[in-house]
């Protein structure tokens, strides 16, 4: 391994200054568990990484907004998420996801900002952020700017992040009573990568489906939110038909790609299956008993 210099700074701002815009091998580490892999896979060798561990505690910080809304700092550990009553209570999908993400160790290290910042389209927690309509404020030398985290990701490891900007707070909106989940398929372990992650958030009128947020992710080059399937299901009623209908119509609006988790076929089953089985569960996790 190549030496390189490992930069401590104490404030975000002092961070943001030792990135550089043009240098690729210039890295900032929250957790460090992606960096730490693609270092020993030998695709990264940098030349400065620099450890946001001592910036300002405010941003590892979990709190409620001004508007019922979920403050997350981006440099919040995965596990301080996953134990969080205010989470627990007010957006128990995002829980119930974590428990899941991977293993103990890494959620004890691992931050939002670096999940989200990696990019890698098998991570579970973009597209649970997506469907519930989470917004995520990065910082560079410019100051803020605040977007969906819809618009995050723009392809494998790529995102709209330049290379001295740093995500900072993530913003979810109430779950309030609106039923959701998250399914995840994997081949082996639980916690393993998913050959598909199907998130579903449903605004219910009645027994019908007002409207939908539907995202998948391990199945194309980033998370994707699946309009077709989300038309099908917007004004009906729950019911094993519909439910046939918007899996059919997810898979066949995908251009799925096809990776050592699953073919592209097996993908594309797996999805007219799960869809369904999520918007279900979603149901049955908000203790709704409207569905037939």
Same mark, same amino acid.
């Given at each position: 391994?190549?030496?390189?210099?490992?930069?401590?700074?104490?404030?975000?701002?002092?961070?943001?200054?030792?990135?550089?815009?043009?240098?690729?091998?210039?890295?900032?580490?929250?957790?460090?568990?992606?960096?730490?892999?693609?270092?020993?896979?030998?695709?990264?060798?940098?030349?400065?990484?620099?450890?946001?561990?001592?910036?300002?505690?405010?941003?590892?910080?979990?709190?409620?907004?001004?508007?019922?809304?979920?403050?997350?700092?981006?440099?919040?550990?995965?596990?301080?998420?996953?134990?969080?009553?205010?989470?627990?209570?007010?957006?128990?999908?995002?829980?119930?996801?974590?428990?899941?993400?991977?293993?103990?160790?890494?959620?004890?290290?691992?931050?939002?900002?670096?999940?989200?910042?990696?990019?890698?389209?098998?991570?579970?927690?973009?597209?649970?952020?997506?469907?519930?309509?989470?917004?995520?404020?990065?910082?560079?030398?410019?100051?803020?700017?605040?977007?969906?985290?819809?618009?995050?990701?723009?392809?494998?490891?790529?995102?709209?992040?330049?290379?001295?900007?740093?995500?900072?707070?993530?913003?979810?909106?109430?779950?309030?009573?609106?039923?959701?989940?998250?399914?995840?398929?994997?081949?082996?372990?639980?916690?393993?990568?998913?050959?598909?992650?199907?998130?579903?958030?449903?605004?219910?009128?009645?027994?019908?489906?007002?409207?939908?947020? &539907?995202?998948? $992710? #391990?199945?194309? *080059?980033?998370? !994707?939110?699946?309009? /077709?399937? %989300? =038309? &099908?299901?917007? $004004? #009906?009623?729950? *019911?094993?038909? !519909?439910?046939?209908? /918007?899996? %059919? =119509?997810?898979?066949?609006?995908?251009?799925?790609?096809?990776?050592?988790?699953?073919? /592209?076929?097996?993908?594309?089953?797996?999805?007219?299956?799960?869809?369904?089985?999520?918007?279900?569960? /979603?149901?049955?996790?908000?203790?709704?008993?409207?569905?037939?």
């Amino acid at each position: 391994m190549a030496p390189f210099e490992f930069a401590t700074p104490r404030s975000l701002q002092e961070a943001i200054g030792l990135l550089d815009p043009e240098d690729p091998d210039i890295r900032p580490v929250g957790g460090g568990t992606a960096v730490m892999l693609m270092m020993k896979a030998g695709v990264l060798r940098p030349t400065r990484l620099v450890s946001l561990r001592g910036i300002e505690p405010e941003y590892a910080q979990v709190r409620p907004g001004p508007n019922g809304e979920l403050h997350i700092g981006g440099l919040t550990r995965l596990a301080t998420l996953e134990h969080s009553s205010l989470v627990k209570e007010g957006w128990p999908v995002l829980a119930r996801t974590l428990r899941t993400l991977s293993n103990v160790r890494v959620r004890n290290v691992a931050t939002l900002g670096g999940n989200l910042g990696h990019a890698d389209p098998h991570m579970d927690m973009p597209p649970v952020l997506t469907a519930l309509g989470a917004r995520v404020t990065v910082t560079g030398p410019q100051g803020e700017r605040t977007f969906p985290v819809e618009a995050l990701c723009t392809g494998y490891y790529e995102t709209v992040l330049a290379r001295n900007e740093l995500i900072s707070k993530v913003i979810v909106p109430p779950q309030a009573n609106r039923p959701a989940a998250y399914m995840k398929v994997t081949t082996r372990a639980a916690h393993d990568w998913p050959a598909l992650g199907v998130a579903v958030v449903l605004d219910m009128q009645g027994a019908r489906i007002a409207k939908a947020s &539907v995202i998948v $992710g #391990a199945a194309t *080059d980033k998370p !994707t939110r699946l309009t /077709a399937a %989300e =038309a &099908v299901l917007q $004004g #009906a009623s729950v *019911d094993d038909a !519909t439910l046939r209908r /918007a899996g %059919e =119509a997810g898979a066949e609006e995908l251009d799925i790609v096809g990776d050592p988790h699953g073919s /592209a076929s097996y993908k594309k089953h797996l999805l007219r299956v799960y869809l369904g089985r999520a918007v279900r569960i /979603a149901l049955e996790a908000s203790g709704r008993k409207d569905h037939a």
